[in-house]
Structure formats: C-alpha cells, structure tokens
C-alpha cells in the first residue's frame, strides 16, 4: 500500500501520467471521426424495435383475451432482481423516474432498474472515493473530524448524483427539441394542406428533419408508430407531448385531439402555433442575448482591466521612476 501511495504522489510519475493521457486524448482525437456511428440510423433502429414490441404487445393481448388473469412474469437479470427484493419500486417514485427517464431518452425497463439501482449504489461509491482520497491517498491535510464530515458529505451526495444527470439529460434534450421544432411545423404543415393524413405526414417531416434533429425524427417516428398498433390515437398524442415535456408540443397535441375528436380544421392552428414557436425561439435568443453583460463584467474586471492599465500607465510610472 505505500508503494501505491509513493508511486500516486511521485511528480515523476504524475507527468508520465498526464503525458499518457494527452497521449491518448490524441490518438482518440484523430480516431474518432472513423469511429463515429449513424446517430439517425440507431434512431430509427429503435423507432423499427418499438413498433415491433408493440406489435407483439397487441397480438399477445389478442391471445389472451378472454383468460380469467395474467401471470406474473418472472424476474430476468440481476439488476431487476435487486430492485425487485430491495422494493425499490416502493421506496422510490419508479412512476416518475420512469418518466424522466423517457423523457431524457431511455426508454425501456433496464433503464429504470439502472437508475433505481444506481439510487442505492451510488452514495456508497461516492463514500467509498471520498474515503480513498483523504484517508489512503491523503491528498488534502485534514483533521479527523474533517475526513468524516467528508465522507459523509459525499455519502449524502450521491443520492442526488442520478438525479442531476437525468435532469441535465433532460434539459439537453429539451433544448434540441425546441429548437427544431418550430421548422418541424412549418414542414407538418406543409405536408398536412397538401393533402396527406397525419400518419404519413408525420413521417414525411420524421425523414425530412432526421439528418439535423435525430431527436424530434425520433419522437414523430415513436408517434406514427403508436398512431398504427394503439387503440386510442389520443393516447398517442398524449404520450408525445409526455415523452417531450414541452409547453409547445403540448399544445399542437391538444389540437390534433380535438381535430381527432370534433373534425376542426388542423391546418391554421398548425400555422399560429409554428409561428408562436418560432417567436418563443426568438425570445430565448433574445434573453441570452440580453444576459450577456452581465456575465462579461466580471472577465472584465479581472482580465482586460489590469492589463490595459498596465498598458497605458506602465510607460509613465517608468518615466516617474526614472526622474
């Protein structure tokens, strides 16, 4: 152990070490173009499984229609095993997890065994390299207190350590969908008063917009699929404006339930609601615009400033220190 310790604190072999790894982050750097994969074909690989799974759902209750009950399927793989017998499912909203999940992306239920699962994991990892780090490697001179109320910090930490990743998942992905999706409805409107029904023209903007919004592509694949093998097609516009999470599609979903529903015309809400997308875009470019002062004061001060009087008086204090 303190020859691990000597050789973590050695200066030698800490530069060999940041050497290696800009070593590596360069041969990654030149590789990774070659190992990059088709972000719109995996998409619509998902979208193809998904509306397979809910063709198999529909023939399965199909066949057991008319059965006195369902049995209980049996636990497949060690992580829903442990959420299983721990009762992670009662312990935690698994409704809502399983909900943000879905909403930053993951869909599925080994998503959801993962998240819980890392939910109990996690504060134990977070203690355990927290412990590592003052105790054994003893990077920071602490007292005995110290190291404890450390420990224990990151023990607390890591219960929030999931949830701060799906939440800034979530908010990235937010963020992609809105900015795509004011043009995602100019193209369905397009597409609409152009004759085509809504499944296909759902599709038609899904291809149109897959190259430069695999995300949106991928939510109006999700959508058709579900207007195809659901019982309700509301029930598919309700889970689109769920899965997305925004003000915005939530009120073009409501729209297409009451063209759905009443038979109103679908084409001039399509046209106020794209146009009040695009302003709420422009809106928010606007606001970062306007935030932008603010936030270059304090570079200001502290970079530009000091180096633009050393500029300008550092010649005369010279001539004063010279006479």
Known sequence: MEAIIN???DRQFQIALLVSLAAIGTIFTVLEPFLVQDRLKARMKSVTEYRERLRQQQREAFARKGAKGLRAASAQ??????????????????????????MAGF????????????????????????????????????ENLTKLLAVVGGFLSGFYVPNLYIENAVKKRQQKLQEAWPDALDLLLICVESGMSIEAALQKVAEEIGPGAPELAEELGLTTAELSYLQERKQAYL?????????????????????????????????????ESREMRMQEAEKKAAALPPK??????????????????????MQVMDL
């Open 239 to 275: 889970n689109l404006a769920e899965r997305t999470g925004l003000e915005s599609v939530k009120g073009v979903t409501t729209a297409l339930v009451q063209s759905e529903k009443y038979g109103t015309p679908l084409g001039q809400s399509l046209r106020v609601m794209a146009n």
């Open 296 to 317: 270059l004061t304090v570079p200001m001060i502290g970079f530009f400033l000091p180096v633009l009087f050393a500029v300008i008086l550092g010649p005369a204090i």
């Open 77 to 102: 793989g060690m992580l829903k095993e442990i959420v299983e017998n721990l009762k992670l499912f009662e312990i935690f909203d698994a409704a809502d997890a399983r909900k943000k999940l879905v």
């Open 7 to 9: 050789a973590a604190t």
């Open 107 to 142: 869909r599925g239920q080994r998503p959801v065994f993962i998240f819980l699962a890392a939910r109990i994991g996690m504060p134990f990892v977070m203690a355990i390299g927290v412990g590592i780090y003052v105790y054994v490697l003893k990077a920071v001179d602490l």
